[in-house]
């Protein structure tokens, strides 16, 4: 499947995976984040069954600490 | 357009600052210089000593609450704007109620739990009103670093989103103030593409 990851095109084996799983494969290793699927904002724990199919707009970014 | 008119079109908007800190307090300036009509600001802490490397306050306001000192502040930049402060501790339940009615809000938090937590909480229970994000703005130098970036209409996030502050690498004004801003300029975009205020 080929979905858009904050803008760009990216490709995976599967035909859908779970947010969980493409944390995973894309190595998202640092934990505090905000994943939105199709403009829905998607909480840690929803993580495990929260599915990506193809197509779908994925925005995620990091929020680090200071201010 | 001159700057008077952007300032009269700014009036009619009411802005939400969480966190009185390094980003809450420049970036409040800011938006109180260009003409804001209205500014909601939260935060529980006081000033320190050692808050004067980065935020907006002046050595003889140490021990002043936040919100009291920052109203101060913008009463001496700008009396025109009308500063409605919150001195409470933000979390997912109160902040709904404290920022209803703004057409923007500012994430000006140091931690970023609490970030997560008014992403989370505005996105959630706040739908359609824009939430501007600081992210990453720890030690010196690296302009080149600090972006700013759309996610959608409601999201927007400043900073370098990598470095992370702490003791070997505090945070210090340039950087902070260089987000801050960015943050503000963000405000002024969203405002002045609105025609009029969401309130009604």
């Known amino acids: 499947m080929k ?14 995976i779970s947010v969980s799983r493409m944390i995973e494969l894309r190595k998202f290793t640092f934990r505090m984040r905000i994943i939105k699927i199709n403009g829905v904002i998607i909480p840690a724990e929803k993580y495990d069954t929260t599915i990506i199919r193809n197509g779908d707009n994925v925005q995620m970014l990091y929020l680090m600490s200071g201010g | 357009m001159r700057f008077l008119q952007i300032a009269a079109h700014l009036n009619k908007f009411r802005a939400g600052i969480a966190g009185a800190g390094g980003l809450g307090s420049n970036c409040a300036a800011a938006l109180a210089r260009s003409g804001i009509g209205t500014l909601v600001i939260a935060d529980f802490d006081v000033v320190e000593p050692e808050n004067l490397n980065r935020q907006y306050y002046f050595t003889d306001q140490s021990g002043m609450y936040k919100t009291d000192a920052l109203r101060d502040n913008i009463r001496r930049i700008n ?25 923007v809000i500012v994430e000006a938090f140091d931690r970023n739990e609490m970030k997560q937590m ?11 009103i824009p939430l501007v994000v600081g992210s990453g703005l720890a030690g010196y130098g690296n302009n ?15 900073g370098d989103e990598s470095t ?17 801003n960015m943050q503000a300029n963000i405000v002024i975009d969203i405002l002045m593409q609105k025609k009029s205020a969401s309130r009604s």
């Open chain 2, 79 to 103: 009396p025109a704007v009308n500063v409605i402060s919150h001195n409470l501790k933000l979390d997912e339940n109160n902040i709904p109620e404290v920022f209803a009615g703004c057409d």
């Open chain 1, 3 to 16: 979905i858009l990851l904050n803008n760009r095109e990216e490709t995976f084996e599967e035909d859908s």
């Open chain 2, 144 to 158: 080149e670093t600090i972006r700013s970036r759309k996610i959608d209409d409601t999201l927007y996030i400043c």
């Open chain 2, 118 to 128: 008014i992403v989370e909480t505005v996105q959630s229970k706040m739908p359609g």
């Open chain 2, 164 to 180: 992370t502050a702490g003791d070997d690498l505090p945070p210090l004004a340039p950087r902070v103030g260089i987000v801050a």
